[in-house]
């Protein structure tokens, strides 16, 4: 009997809508949008699935999203994020589940096993013939960013790479983070008042646990890689100058993956670029606009596939 004897894994026929079936039929290069659902621990557990059309089928590039707890539902964070446009090029999956009752079990105490869910669920796009094994990428914003963080540390044998956007890794998780060499994002911002970038309490709804600074956040990731201490800096342009914030990316020199720090000086607890939602009535701090989040993830998914 295999590891997976307990969890049953079905596909809900990638049900086209009539909006993705108009677009096949006028236009090949056009994205099939469906939804997957699949059954771990008893319980049906659903995601978004949109895949660009090609003429050849062969397995690609993943990459499964994670939305936060404002934005509970997969369907949320996809039209939030304006991701599926930019990898249309690329052919690349994108993949975008949905937490159980808008909220991801990020301690891991009682409630839904998120982990075995997000395995599953990539191990039925890579038995199909949909994801290459070997470039499955995990990512997610606010507290599906310290999920994705959490199976960094201690399940991500099935991962190419993790990101995690205006996110922290719970504290309670540091001491035993132990990641294999994997490619690595992290993205936040020095003044997001609901994930704190220097550490501390999270405000998030579902989460308010310590969460670890952006730097210890990065060690472990860093050490796995073996990277050196140097890292290189990219500044961006300050293209609007009234947002109050500036992005910074540093890569860590000499790993044996890529390891990046976006860090929005200024920043809230938003995506660059992207509408900023408010946090069932908190303030969550500035919004930059000089960059686009999604094309931040597409060049680093571009990136470590080199």
């Not at 009682?110 to 990512?139: C, Q, S, Y």
């Not at 606010?142 to 399940?155: D, F, P």
């Not at 579902?206 to 600074?213: L, Q, R, V």
Request: proline letters at 6%; charged letters at 20%; aromatic letters at 4%.
């Amino acid at each position: 009997m295999t590891p997976w004897s307990k969890i049953r894994v079905r596909l809900a026929g990638l049900l086209l809508t009539t909006s993705a079936l108009v677009a096949l039929a006028s236009a090949p290069a056009q994205a099939v949008t469906g939804r997957l659902t699949i059954e771990v621990g008893g319980q049906k557990r659903t995601a978004i699935f949109v895949e660009p059309e090609r003429l050849k089928r062969s397995p690609r590039t993943a990459i499964i999203m994670l939305h936060g707890a404002n934005n509970g539902s997969g369907r949320r964070i996809q039209e939030n994020l304006g991701l599926d446009e930019l990898l249309r090029g690329s052919g690349a999956v994108a993949i975008y589940p949905d937490a159980l009752e808008g909220g991801w079990n990020v301690s891991g105490g009682a409630g839904p096993d998120d982990p075995a869910f997000l395995r599953a669920l990539a191990a039925k796009l890579v038995a199909d013939g949909v994801a290459d094994r070997r470039k499955i990428f995990l990512m997610g914003a606010s507290t599906g960013g310290m999920l994705a963080l959490r199976i960094g540390c201690h399940s991500a044998d099935y991962l190419a790479g993790v990101g995690a956007l205006i996110a922290g890794l719970p504290s309670r998780y540091v001491a035993g983070c132990k990641p294999p060499p994997l490619a690595f994002l992290l993205m936040n911002g020095t003044a997001n008042p609901l994930a704190p970038y220097e550490g501390g309490a999270a405000k998030l709804p579902g989460f308010k646990e310590e969460i670890a600074s952006a730097e210890a956040t990065l060690a472990p990731f860093v050490a796995a890689n073996d990277c050196s201490s140097q890292r290189t800096v990219r500044d961006f342009p300050d293209r609007d100058q009234a947002d109050g914030s500036r992005v910074v990316m540093e890569r860590f020199v000499g790993c044996k993956h890529v390891v990046e720090l976006v860090r929005v000086e200024g920043g809230g607890h938003t995506l660059p670029g992207r509408p900023a939602r408010s946090d069932r009535g908190q303030s969550v701090g500035a919004l930059n606009k000089d960059v686009n989040v999604s094309r931040l993830i597409a060049e680093f998914v571009r990136q470590s596939q080199r």
